[in-house]
């Protein structure tokens, strides 16, 4: 999977995920967001528009995202979810969790 990271202005921070969020990757994706967690009130645009799969551990990643930049002010926004990836949110109750666009 490829991480691409693109700061906005302020306290947005776009995050692009290309590929597969697997478990090997959603350690490397755990580690790119603690480095981004430094800043209160943070907001993450998690762009999903190029991510193919996603695992139990890549949505535990993202939860913990969550959790931590909510801690700080922060919020995590996702976009650009295929179809798919929107079902397996939904059947877990993440979708509830996430403001999804």
């Known amino acids: 999977m490829k991480i691409e990271i693109k700061e906005n202005e ?3 921070t776009v995050v692009v995920l290309k590929g597969d969020l697997d478990t090997q990757a ?3 994706l755990e580690k ?9 009130g943070r907001q993450f645009l998690v762009d999903f528009s190029q991510l193919e799969f996603i695992s139990s551990a890549g949505m535990r990643a993202l ?3 969550k959790k931590k930049a909510s801690e700080k002010g922060g919020d995590v926004i996702i976009e650009g979810m295929s179809e798919n990836i929107l ?3 939904r059947l ?10």
């Open 63 to 65: 939860l913990l995202l």
């Open 10 to 12: 302020g306290k947005n």
């Open 32 to 40: 790119t967001f603690e480095s981004l967690l430094i800043d209160e």
């Open 26 to 28: 959603s350690e490397q």
């Open 87 to 89: 079902q397996i949110f």
């Open 92 to 101: 877990v109750g993440f979708e509830a969790m996430f403001e999804i666009r």
